[in-house]
């Protein structure tokens, strides 16, 4: 009742997001076949936001667990056309944010000859990303713990992701772009059996991964999962796509932009600390591998592919599987440099088409008009394989007696829908969306709006590849330019499990999605450029937010070190100032933490919060100031550094440091948390991270 009220109260604050996108203008040839730079940034929020991706068993912040970053890779053709691709660790984007960002390459870093189509903004889809950025208040209000959309959080994200696409295009230069695609098995299954054995063209895909090692089924795996004979890790596209950039003079790695097709959701729903799951841990073992390999400058930006109905292979979800999933994703990138892969030549093509999916014709194999209206359907509550929740009575696979509403066949509504269209007008979910294609020479990414399955995503990939008259392959990248839930096949919406349920016009919507994205293939062009106004209801701001959480963060130490499995570490209390925005958009948002060893030339930083090895958990709240607990999750250092003193040194928002007293590597052998006591930080200290 809490959570409807406050969500009652804020539907009379409106939202309004509008500007304008200019029409590319004409670029400037260069002299190098393709052009290439990359950057990244930090986009860890101040705590106190809920977290989106979990509904109604998200999380408020307290905390972090792995920075939340984004990764921007700028590519220019020979006739000067850039694109980017922009890779970040939140579980949505919208198509304002991303009209935004667009608007502010424009208007503030001069980047005229970059037009909307040119950009591919995507989410990786960490459900422990903050929430309050969507203007649609169907996921403003009800993707995460607290509803409402906050302007401050949107226009920080804004240009903080214009940033990286800036520093990226500045920091181009000649390169080589060459194409790798490997399999990477067993690091995927797929969490919805039944629903997939419907399509006729999976026997296709599960006789072409016969040949891969195989997975046994979860623990919570359903019935009608259980009853089959399919293993579910040949279930998925095991195919992970790499983007290699070299620079052409010396070799070295620029950047490589990566797709593989999984849910980010190796940690559970109740984990309250910000963290980027098993893409963020990736993404660093990469650039970490790269670095050691003498790639200092590589930035490694990782996708996600058609990840609808596809989980990752844990045990059991917790810090142990994100870093170990994490970790072998991230191996398998570096791997794929080392394989045969082809040079891509040519220029850069893009087109995009805002794709219409209120009651739409579509005329294939299985004529039929999509919904009018979104309409979320009954097993949506009841959450999906990877994420239940509380609402068991929501069980997936429960489909209607007959056709109630035209275009939604079987589904059964989670509500009457009379009561659904109270609680969700027609403006609170997108009913235009966009999709594109991005083209690098024979290479083609198709940029989805949302969640798509396996096989809606081979259907969609096979279509434009068609569409281009078999040019070269075809990756298809979810959860890009705008977000409207989960698109299936009909066969798959026809059984109405979590997947289906979630598909909001209907079961023709996937295959609209497809037809837009093959005619845009054929006939590449632009919509959509010019003004753009995009309204919803349900402001807050991240004071609001902030009052509540002053009284939960008394369990909030507890809750973390369980949802992070904390065994060995080492911690160091200190105080800081409270959470609230920085008045810099590039200043600190939360504190930082390192490990240092003094040596002979003074104490020298050997582990950083940049890694998983550490975290930072609120311990309480006090007028302006915020009591912290830093946890070194992983005290442990290789032996070339010896036995030599050892400390955490903070340093907080507002540009204090603290350190611990120094240990030894004995001291840190205990078999649980050993909290070391706060000392003064010795004047030849290097500084924070």
Avoid at 650 to 671: E, F, K, M, Q
Wanted: charged fraction near 20%; hydrophobic fraction near 45%.
């Amino acid at each position: 009742m809490k959570r409807l009220s406050i969500a009652l109260m804020l539907l009379a604050a409106c939202v309004s997001v509008e500007g304008t996108v200019a029409p590319a203008t004409a670029p400037a040839p260069s002299s190098a076949a393709w052009s290439v730079g990359a950057a990244t940034v930090d986009i860890t929020p101040p705590v106190g936001y809920g977290m989106a991706g979990h509904a109604i068993e998200a999380r408020t912040s307290v905390g972090v667990w792995t920075r939340l970053r984004a990764h921007a890779v700028a590519i220019e053709d020979r006739d000067g056309t850039p694109v980017i691709l922009i890779a970040t660790d939140l579980w949505a984007v919208s198509g304002a944010l991303t009209d935004a960002v667009v608007e502010r390459l424009q208007t503030k870093h001069g980047l005229a000859s970059l037009g909307r189509a040119q950009l591919v903004l995507a989410a990786t889809h960490t459900h422990h990303g903050p929430g309050h950025a969507h203007t649609a208040p169907g996921y403003a209000d009800h993707a995460g713990s607290e509803p409402g959309f906050d302007a401050t959080l949107f226009a920080w994200l804004t240009n903080r992701l214009a940033d990286a696409a800036a520093s990226a295009y500045a920091a181009r230069r000649p390169a080589t772009l060459e194409h790798h695609a490997v399999a990477v098995p067993t690091l995927a299954r797929n969490r919805s059996l039944a629903p997939f054995l419907a399509n006729a063209d999976a026997s296709a895909l599960l006789e072409a991964n016969a040949v891969l090692p195989g997975c046994r089924h979860p623990a919570n795996a359903t019935p009608a999962d259980l009853a089959t004979d399919t293993d579910p890790c040949h279930a998925v596209d095991p195919e992970l796509t790499t983007l290699v950039a070299r620079d052409a003079n010396t070799e070295a790695v620029i950047a490589v932009a990566g797709v593989f097709g999984v849910h980010a959701t190796a940690m559970p729903n109740r984990t309250p600390v910000y963290q980027g799951d098993l893409f963020g841990i990736a993404a660093r073992d990469a650039t970490d591998r790269l670095a050691r390999a003498g790639h200092d400058d590589a930035v490694v930006a990782l996708f996600t592919g058609p990840e609808g109905d596809v989980s990752p292979n844990w045990d059991t979800q917790g810090r142990g599987a994100a870093t170990l999933l994490g970790g072998a994703l991230g191996e398998a990138v570096v791997a794929s440099l080392d394989t045969p892969g082809q040079t891509l030549a040519g220029t850069a093509g893009y087109g995009l088409a805002r794709a219409d999916l209120s009651s739409v014709s579509v005329a294939n194999q299985d004529p039929g008009r999509t919904g009018r209206r979104a309409l979320p359907g009954f097993g949506q509550f009841g959450g999906a394989e990877d994420g239940r929740t509380r609402m068991t009575r929501w069980a997936e696979g429960k489909t209607a007696r007959r056709p109630r509403r035209r275009g939604h066949g079987t589904k059964r509504p989670a509500m009457p829908p009379p009561l659904v269209a109270l609680a969700h007008p027609k403006a609170h979910f997108p009913s235009v969306v966009p999709v594109g294609v991005v083209s690098l020479g024979p290479l083609s990414f198709v940029a989805l709006p949302g969640e798509f399955t396996t096989m809606m995503g081979q259907r969609i990939e096979a279509g434009v590849s068609d569409a281009r008259q078999n040019a070269g392959p075809t990756v298809a990248i979810s959860l890009a330019g705008d977000y409207l839930s989960y698109f299936t096949t009909p066969q798959e919406y026809d059984l109405q499990h979590y997947e289906g349920a979630s598909m909001m016009y209907g079961r023709l919507a996937g295959v609209a999605v497809a037809d837009a994205a093959a005619s845009l293939a054929a006939e590449p062009r632009v919509e959509g450029d010019g003004p753009y106004r995009y309204r919803g209801r349900g402001r807050t701001d991240h004071a609001r937010l902030l009052r509540p959480l002053r009284r939960r963060v008394d369990d909030a130490i507890p809750r973390a070190l369980e949802a992070l499995s904390v065994g060995r570490a080492a911690t160091l209390s200190f105080t800081d100032a409270a959470p609230v925005w920085p008045l810099e958009d590039a200043g600190p948002t939360t504190p930082r933490v390192v490990a240092e060893a003094k040596t002979a030339a003074g104490w020298q930083v050997v582990d950083t919060d940049e890694s998983d090895r550490f975290a930072l958990v609120l311990r309480g709240l006090d007028g302006e100031k915020a009591q912290w607990i830093a946890l070194w999750l992983s005290p442990a250092l290789p032996l070339s550094v010896g036995e030599v003193p050892l400390r955490l040194r903070v340093t907080g928002v507002d540009g204090r440091s603290t350190c611990s007293a120094a240990v030894t590597r004995g001291d840190l052998d205990a078999t649980g948390p050993t909290a070391l006591p706060a000392a003064a930080c010795a004047s030849d200290a290097p500084g924070g991270p």
